[in-house]
Structures are given as structure tokens and as C-alpha cells.
């Protein structure tokens, strides 16, 4: 009961906040310190976080655009909403969204209420009932699963502990950007031994700040914990936004276990210029669950520096790129600390003109005896107007270690389909089983009803793209 | 009155390459028919060609099932039509689950032979797992096979006698009217031979007409044919009984090559 009083004035205290009688910010396109400013005004900041913001400007406009990677020339800084009211952002209607877009959800049969959420049209999301009986649950065991907004009010001492120290403004120019204009993404932190059985989504807890187009995540996963997050959903989001530029940062201490996955689905006209990282200490294990089926343009590598001995990492990643897309993704693993183990495995698939790359780092420091890593990254090419490229990039600078990096590029095989179709199946039904065979070994390892939307998202982007 | 698979006058080129030079063949519900020939006679490329393999193409003759023109209709329709080639190589695909894509494959076939057009569609109405499960148990017992089998990856991994297996499995699934057996006994050590075999037999009544292509007469010992026909240098140079299997024995093809032409290199 308690618990309640205290959400229904957090509520009150979020209405009257967003009042715009009191304030008087209005949306503009571009970005400046003045901009900046505002954000950090708006959300009733402290002055450290503010100068982080401040500092974080100067980075991004000092910093050059990567000379690597995906086409970045379309990208017009000028031109993009930094900050939006969730007020603002609810402004569209229902007739705005896309027919493709509906479609699909019609396909997907996502109910009413969810579609009208995930076009970016409606405020709230059913489920937040199941998500306060499940939060009642965590708070038991003191596990704080927040937006990152909530945690710099509630929780300052350990975000100012964290934040930014495992992705530092300075990392590269689209962290510099989260750094500064950074709004809503999730906040968990888990204490020492507490292991949480069911996947924290943040799907329990969407609203308009989780889904801005720089969330701000930061996952702590104190001495001997286990925590299984998942990021979005896979119903494609639609969104008017041109750009989407998170940051992640993890850090996994002695012996705590950390899994987060995500299924990107974001519209083909977004950018979407991610970066995740994770720290794994002594016995500490992370793994990364990555796909991406949406966006116009991906660049997202996510990392794990394994800086404690015996740390691990395991890395999965599915690109499947379709017609205009550029799907730039793949998986960095540092071994910093002895007998550190990594996998990296990578499923790429393009189609109907296509462009899906594998981009991994592997690194070994000098000391870092022990160490194995493997590296396997496999593409499939659906037709000859579609391409996949490969960029392994293996720095080792240590002689006691065991390295395997395996790739391979194949075509949808004329005698696969043949052998199905040989069978009764339609060519289309019998490349469709292809391609989900093909990223089997990575789907297998989501959650159920996750597998089972993948699947299907699979069988409509393959819909008449062969024959 | 049982289906007929008729094939008239069948050119077919590879590659730009000649293959089969006008092909005669009749098999019916029922009947088993034996097409032997030495290597490089054309026999993997009847079966491919029957089957719908984009790759062969044919220049000229028929195929007709019950009177339908099979050669205007893909692989896959023509195996909702009833046709079944048991490969000699068959495709792994990987990641593919075998029951999975058993109940799909069953499920299409069986849509479209009783008319139910909308399960015959892609992402249509799968038939019930209950029903299918003990269909598969059964066809699994009859061929000797593990129920953990079908929880493999589809021919990934098999071993030649697993995939042989495999395919009269599909075969036993889908009853076909007509299956072509393209070199099963290939690969096969002496016990699989019996068990495709004895598979073969126990499907291959009234309701299966089965054209079996073989190079070695040694599966005729296990699966009875009505009619033996030797393809040689692409048209069938020989038909006859069953008798033909012990001129065969003692002749070998040689016989064939200096009755019906120039000699084929290997």
C-alpha cells in the first residue's frame, strides 16, 4: 500500500513537472549549449550532472565523424529534435503512422493499445500493472530497476559512482551526444548475491522517456549477482526521429553474471549509433545478445573488457539488412586479466540490395596469459544485388593464448531450396526455413515468447524477396 | 483406377550438354520399376528432372501425371502432386529441425491433395501435433529409428545410413503416388540396406508406384521390382522382366555397351 502512495506521488509530482504553464521550453531543431542547458533545467538536474552535459557538448563538437564504418554523410545534426516533451512527442495521431508499419502490426497481432505505443501515439502501456506487482518483488530484494531520469533524483551516490566511467564522453563522438542530450533508458542495480530469476524488460515499463532516442542505461551488477535484461521489443517502433543514439554501460562485478539482449527493430529511417560496453571483473561472466532487423543505418559493437581473471564474455550478434539498410554490427572483447575467456558469434543476412557487416575487435593485453578466445562469424546472402563484408580486427600482444576465428559466406543454396521445395514447401516457406535455421543457434537462446515474435519478423521480411 | 506417371520422348540438357535423348517411361500406383544403367547413363538426371531441379532443362518430350503436364510446375507443386525423389545426396540444412519441418512439409502436401488451398499456403494451418506424433512414431518404428532423431538438425550430421533413413521417413510422411529412389542403396552397409528396404516394401502397395534407380542389382534382392528398364547413353535401351536383373548379374553392362553403341569413357 505504501509502495502505491509513494508511485501515485512520483506520478503527480512527473504531471506537474511537465506543466507547461510553468515552464516554458519549446522544441527546437538543433543543438547548443543553450539546448543543453534546458535539458538539464527541464529535468531538475544537479549541477554535476549539468557540467557533464556542459563537458560532453565540447566533446561532440571536437570530436570528427568516424571515417569508418556505415555513411554518415546524410546525417544532419541541424535538423534533429534534441529533446522532446513526452507531451510533444504524443502529438502525432494514429493517421500519421505508415501503412507498413500498421501493417505489420496487424500482422504480428500486437493489441490495440501496445500498436498505438509503439507508433509513438499513445502515453502509456497496459502492462505497467504487471510491472509494479513484479517491481514490488525486486524491491524485496533490493534490486532498483528505474528509469536512468528516476536514478539521478533517487540514487545519486551510485550513479555519480558509475556513470560514464565505463563510457566516457570522450570515447567516440556519438557517446560524446548520448553524453549531453541523454534522456530516459533504464537503471538497475543489483546487490551483492542476489540473483533475479525472471528478465528484467524494460517492455514492463515503456513509456516515452524509455524509448527517447538518446537513452541512457546503466546496469551495476554488484559482487555475486545474476540479472537477465532485455532491451525493447521486437515489434518494429516507429519513429519520426531521425537519429537514435544510446549508450549502455555495464559493469559486472567478482563472480555476477550479466545477460542483456536486445532485438532491434527501429524504422528504415533511423540511425541508429549505439554504444554498449560492459566491464567484467574477477569470475565475472557478460553476455551480449544482440540483434538488429530494423534502422536505415546501424553501427553498434558491443564490448566486453574483461579485466578480472577468469572473466568471460560471450557475445551473439544477428544482422539481417534489407532493402536500404546498412547494418554495420558485430562485438569487441578485451581480454586485460589471465585465463579470460570470449566468444563472439555473428549471424549476417542481406537481402533485396542489402548491406550487412561483421565489424569485431579481439584483443589480447601483454600479461593476459591464459586467455582463449573464439571468434566465429558466419553471413548468408539471400540474392546477387545484396553484399556482406567481414572486418576482424585481432591485436593480441601476448604469446600464451588459444585463438580460433572461423568465417564463412554462402549463398542461399539452390540445392537447399530445391531439397525443401522437393517437399511440398514454397520456395518462400523453404527460404524463410533457411534463414531462421541460419540464426537458430542465436534465437535458441532468447526468451521464449522473444524467439517465437523473432521468428515471425523473420518470415515477413522474408515475404516475396525470393523468386 | 491408380495415377500414371507417363514420360515421353524426354530430351534434357545440362549445362548446355545433352543428357537424356528422348526417354520413355511409364510407372503406375503399385508397380515397381528398377532403372539401372552404368555410370554417367543419365539416371540422377531422370530423377532430378522428374522432380523439378531448376538446373536440367528440358528441350523437348513430356511428363504427365495422370494427364497433368508436370514440366509447367515447380518442385514443390509437383510434390503436392504426389511425386517424392529420395535423394542419393541428400541437403543438410542446419538449423532446420527435422519434426519442424516433417509437419510443415506433411502438412502442405496433405492441404493441397484435399483441396484445402489455404493450408497449402505458406504460414497456413500446420495439422494437429497430436495426430502428426503418432503418425511420425509409427513411421519411426517401422524404419528402426530413435524418436530423438527427428530432434536433430535436418541431414546435419547424419550418417550415410541415417540420411537414407531419413528419406523413406519423409517418403513414409508423405505418401506419394509416385517416388523415385534415386541410388538408396548407395553407401548402405548390409543391415540399412534391409531396413530402407523392408521400409520401401511395407509403403510400396495398391497405393505407391516406385521407380528405382540403381547401378548395382544388389538391392533387388531385397525389393522386388515388376519391371526392369537399363538406361544407356540417355534413352532406355532395354526393357523386360525381372529376369532382366539375372542377365544383368552374369553380363554386366559391357553386354549393353557392345549391343547398343559406341563404349562410354569411365
Redesign the interface.
Known amino acids: 500500500m505504501s509502495t502505491q502512495m509513494v508511485e501515485a506521488t512520483k506520478k503527480e509530482y512527473q504531471y506537474g513537472f511537465h506543466d507547461p504553464e510553468k515552464y516554458t521550453f519549446k522544441a527546437r531543431k538543433g543543438l547548443d549549449k543553450e539546448i543543453v542547458e534546458e535539458i538539464s533545467w527541464m529535468k531538475s538536474e544537479p549541477a554535476w550532472m549539468r557540467d557533464f552535459r556542459l563537458r560532453s557538448l565540447e566533446q561532440f563538437v571536437a570530436k570528427p565523424m568516424p571515417t569508418w564504418g556505415a555513411d554518415l554523410s546524410e546525417l544532419q545534426f541541424d535538423n534533429i529534435y534534441y529533446y522532446l516533451k513526452a507531451t510533444d512527442r504524443q502529438g502525432k495521431t494514429w493517421e500519421e503512422v505508415p501503412d507498413t508499419i500498421k501493417n505489420t502490426f496487424d500482422r504480428l497481432g500486437i493489441p490495440e493499445a501496445e500498436r498505438k505505443f509503439l507508433a509513438g501515439v499513445g502515453a502509456q502501456y497496459e502492462s505497467e500493472v504487471i510491472y509494479h506487482n513484479l517491481k514490488e518483488e525486486w524491491e524485496k530484494l533490493g534490486v532498483v530497476f528505474v528509469d536512468t531520469d528516476t536514478a539521478v533524483r533517487e540514487y545519486p551516490d551510485l550513479v555519480k559512482e558509475y556513470f560514464g566511467t565505463i563510457i566516457p564522453p570522450s570515447d567516440n563522438k556519438f557517446a560524446a551526444l548520448n553524453s549531453a542530450v541523454w534522456s530516459g533508458g533504464s537503471f538497475i542495480y543489483v546487490p551483492k548475491g542476489v540473483k533475479v530469476d525472471i528478465p528484467l524488460q524494460a517492455y514492463f515499463r515503456i513509456n516515452a522517456q524509455n524509448m527517447g532516442q538518446f537513452e541512457r542505461t546503466l546496469i551495476i551488477c554488484d559482487e555475486g549477482s545474476q540479472v537477465h535484461y532485455v532491451e525493447g521489443c521486437t515489434a518494429p517502433i516507429y519513429s519520426s526521429d531521425s537519429l537514435h543514439s544510446a549508450v549502455v554501460e555495464i559493469i559486472v562485478k567478482k563472480g555476477a553474471r550479466c545477460r542483456y539482449t536486445t532485438i532491434q527493430n527501429w524504422s528504415v529511417n533511423v540511425y541508429n549509433l549505439v554504444t554498449k560496453r560492459a566491464v567484467a571483473y574477477e569470475d565475472a561472466t557478460m553476455e551480449w545478445i544482440d540483434g538488429n532487423l530494423g534502422s536505415k543505418v546501424t553501427m553498434k559493437y558491443p564490448a566486453v573488457y574483461m579485466l578480472g581473471k577468469g572473466a568471460k564474455a560471450e557475445i551473439l550478434s544477428i544482422a539481417f539488412a534489407g532493402h536500404g539498410q546498412n547494418l554495420d554490427a558485430g562485438g569487441k572483447v578485451v581480454h586485460g586479466a589471465p585465463h579470460t575467456t570470449s566468444t563472439i558469434t555473428s549471424k549476417s543476412i542481406s537481402k533485396d540490395g542489402g548491406r550487412s557487416s561483421y565489424r569485431g575487435l579481439l584483443k589480447v593485453a601483454k600479461g593476459a596469459v591464459g586467455c582463449k578466445s573464439n571468434v566465429r562469424c558466419d553471413a548468408l546472402i539471400l540474392d546477387e544485388h545484396s553484399r556482406s563484408d567481414t572486418y576482424p580486427y585481432i591485436e593480441i600482444d601476448e604469446n600464451d593464448v588459444a585463438i580460433g576465428h572461423e568465417a564463412s559466406v554462402s549463398k542461399i543454396?539452390?540445392?537447399?531450396l530445391?531439397?525443401?521445395?522437393?517437399?511440398?514447401?514454397?520456395?518462400?516457406?523453404?527460404a524463410?526455413?533457411?534463414v531462421?535455421?541460419?540464426?537458430?543457434?542465436l534465437v535458441k537462446e532468447l526468451p521464449m515468447e522473444y524467439a517465437v515474435e523473432m521468428n515471425r519478423l523473420i518470415?515477413l521480411q522474408m515475404e516475396g524477396s525470393v523468386g | 483406377m491408380g495415377s500414371e506417371l507417363v514420360v515421353r520422348d524426354l530430351h534434357v540438357n545440362v549445362e548446355g550438354k545433352e543428357i537424356l535423348k528422348g526417354v520413355n517411361l511409364q510407372v503406375r500406383q503399385g508397380e515397381v520399376h528398377a532403372l539401372m544403367g552404368p555410370n554417367g547413363s543419365g539416371k540422377s538426371t531422370l530423377a532430378y528432372t522428374l522432380a523439378g531441379h531448376p538446373k536440367y532443362e528440358v528441350t523437348d518430350g513430356e511428363v504427365l501425371l495422370d494427364g497433368e503436364n508436370l514440366l509447367e510446375m515447380g518442385a514443390d507443386e509437383r510434390a503436392r502432386k504426389g511425386i517424392f525423389l529420395a535423394f542419393q545426396y541428400p541437403t543438410a540444412i542446419p538449423g532446420v529441425n527435422m519434426a519442424n519441418f516433417l509437419r510443415t512439409a506433411v502438412s502442405r502436401v496433405r492441404a493441397a491433395q484435399s483441396d484445402n488451398a489455404g493450408s497449402a499456403r505458406d504460414g497456413g494451418e500446420l495439422i494437429p501435433m497430436r495426430e502428426f506424433r503418432k503418425e511420425l512414431n509409427s513411421s519411426l518404428s517401422m524404419l528402426k529409428m530413435e524418436s530423438d532423431f527427428v530432434r536433430r538438425y535436418l541431414n546435419d550430421g547424419f550418417s550415410g545410413g541415417e540420411k537414407k533413413r531419413a528419406e523413406i521417413l519423409q517418403m513414409a510422411l508423405l505418401r506419394p503416388k509416385i517416388a523415385i529412389l534415386d541410388e538408396t542403396d548407395s553407401g548402405l552397409d548390409i543391415d540399412a540396406l534391409r531396413v530402407v528396404s523392408e521400409g520401401v516394401n511395407a509403403l510400396s502397395g495398391t497405393n505407391l508406384g516406385v521407380l528405382l534407380i540403381t547401378h548395382y542389382q544388389r538391392i533387388l534382392n531385397y525389393i522386388k521390382p515388376n519391371f526392369i528398364h537399363i538406361l544407356f547413353n540417355g534413352r532406355v535401351v532395354v526393357s523386360g522382366g525381372p529376369e532382366l536383373a539375372s542377365v544383368l548379374e552374369e553380363k554386366g553392362y559391357d553386354w549393353v555397351r557392345t549391343e547398343f553403341g559406341e563404349p562410354v569413357a569411365g
Not at chain 1, 530445391?418 to 523453404?430: D, I, K, P, Q, T
Not at chain 1, 531462421?436 to 543457434?441: A, L, Y
Request: hydrophobic share 35%.
Open positions: 543454396g539452390e540445392e537447399q530445391f531439397y525443401l521445395m522437393s517437399r511440398g514447401v514454397s520456395e518462400n516457406e523453404a524463410t526455413m533457411i531462421n535455421g541460419f540464426i537458430e543457434p518470415q
